[in-house]
């Protein structure tokens, strides 16, 4: 099985970026499809993005669509959040996942989670 281990949260103004990073160990990332949820504080745990494993295949829930980047370089066994234009609705804990398929947004079929990094947007 594979561990991740998720990195790059803080504290930002509204508007501004973050790039959040996940780094596998154990196994290769390449066999699963990777992706980032959140959750905030009294709130389940929510999809954010997606991608598949040939990278030929992205998802991004509506609320970050065009100002979050997900994409993922297996040779560093690594996916990345690149977070543009932060809203303070962006205040959670970030969680990497890896799974079979990159177009579950229900958090349950993922397989492997990381601990999460919290990201605080001030406004």
């Known amino acids: 099985q594979v561990q991740l281990e998720e990195s790059g949260g803080g504290l930002v103004q509204a508007g501004g970026s973050l790039r959040l990073s996940c780094v596998g160990s154990?196994?290769?990332?390449?066999?699963?499809?990777m992706g980032w949820f959140r959750q905030a504080p009294g709130k389940k745990r929510e999809f954010v993005a997606s991608?598949?494993?040939?990278?030929?295949?992205?998802s991004y829930a509506d609320s970050v669509k065009g100002r979050f980047a997900i994409s993922r370089d297996d040779a560093a066994n690594t996916v990345s959040l690149q977070m543009n234009n932060l809203k303070p609705e962006d205040t959670a804990v970030y969680y990497c996942a890896a799974g079979r398929m990159y177009n579950n947004k229900d958090p349950g079929l993922w397989n492997f989670w990381g601990q999460g990094t919290q990201v605080t947007v001030s406004s």
């Open positions: 991608i598949s494993r040939s990278v030929s295949f992205i």
């Open positions: 154990g196994q290769t990332i390449s066999a699963y499809a």
